[in-house]
């Protein structure tokens, strides 16, 4: 259930950066990042959900979210 609020919360924020609230600097791409590899503080299946739900999630989050955080390492 945790690893289900976190990818909402990304794409909420996700949202908020299309919707031009955030800039692209302001989105916490690092710590996504290192959740969605494995490497945050807690091992929470955010990688399983994403996969899960990535259907049923915004299309340009799934665009924004492969491009930047899928493809790439996290730092």
């Known amino acids: 259930m945790v690893a289900l609020k976190i990818v ?21 791409i690092g710590a996504w ?3 969605f590899h494995g490497q945050g503080p807690f091992p929470v299946p955010v990688k399983e959900v994403y996969y899960l739900r990535k259907s049923v999630l915004n299309e340009g989050f799934v665009s924004f979210f492969e491009e930047n955080i899928v493809a790439r390492a996290p730092d």
Do not use: C, F, I, R
């Open 8 to 28: 909402e919360l990304w794409e909420w924020q996700y949202g908020e950066y299309a919707a031009g609230m955030l800039k692209k600097h302001e989105l916490p």
């Open 33 to 35: 990042s290192l959740w």
